[in-house]
T-cell receptor
Framework: EAQVTQNPRYLITVTGKKLTVTCSQN?????MSWYRQDPGLGLRQIYYSMNVEVTDKGDVPEGYKVSRKEKRNFPLILESPSPNQTSLYFC???????????FGPGTRLLVL | GDSVTQMEGPVTLSEEAFLTINCTYT??????LFWYVQYPGEGLQLLLKATKADDKGSNKGFEATYRKETTSFHLEKGSVQVSDSAVYFC???????????FGAGTTVTVRA
């Protein structure tokens, strides 16, 4: 089944404790992206990647890192999480020439 | 930059009522337009899309027409069901961009 998977689905952590949210897709998509969803703000892009070893900032990149060492994986790293990063995070992917993005199930993060 | 404005919710309806969610956009190019739906506890699913002016997207009884003259992409369904209760997001993608720009989302609740 074609899908985007994220892990974990739910995470509670404390301020300053480094964490990684994994994202994997099995559709051989070149493009991958991370969004955060906050009430009243919709989804905002954090980082995106056009292919392996190619990443760039989105609209709200502060406090986040990403890497793209393999085509299928695009982890989101919070090196020192803060409470304002409490949010619902979505990974998405698409292939070139296609505008539709496919979303993962989301990761709900609470930073205390 | 590109932006999307959609009507604020929440919207509460009775079964078999008519649903309209307004969406207008601002874009410098010729964007593609999307409606995504998020059912309770789930990720985002593409509901429908339109890639050029006057195109009509449709799926699951929902329709939206790309109106370039009014920069709008309003979502409609003639007879809603309880299972249509969800958050609906209007979004646009400019082919030269590498992201989706989302509206704030509209929460729809359908009562039996």
């Amino acid at each position: 089944e074609a899908q985007v998977t994220q892990n974990p689905r739910y995470l509670i952590t404390v301020t300053g404790k480094k964490l990684t949210v994994t994202c994997s897709q099995n559709m051989n998509h070149e493009y991958m992206s991370w969004y955060r969803q906050d009430p009243g703000l919709g989804l905002r892009q954090i980082y995106y990647s056009m292919n392996v070893e190619v990443t760039d900032k989105g609209d709200v990149p502060e406090g986040y890192k990403v890497s793209r060492k393999e085509k299928r994986n695009f982890p989101l790293i919070l090196e020192s999480p803060s409470p304002n990063q409490t949010s619902l995070y979505f990974c998405a992917s698409k292939t070139w020439g296609e505008e539709t993005q496919y979303f993962g199930p989301g990761t709900r993060l609470l930073v205390l | 930059g590109d932006s999307v404005t959609q009507m604020e919710g929440p919207v509460t309806l009775s079964e078999e009522a008519f649903l309209t969610i307004n969406c207008t956009y601002t874009a410098t190019g010729y964007p593609s337009l999307f409606w995504y739906v998020q059912y309770p506890g789930e990720g985002l699913q593409l509901l429908l899309k339109a890639t050029k002016a006057d195109d009509k997207g449709s799926n699951k009884g929902f329709e939206a027409t790309y109106r370039k003259e009014t920069t709008s992409f309003h979502l409609e369904k003639g007879s809603v069901q309880v299972s249509d209760s969800a958050v609906y997001f209007c979004a646009l993608s400019d082919f030269n961009d590498y992201k989706l720009s989302f509206g704030a989302g509209t929460t729809v609740t359908v009562r039996a």
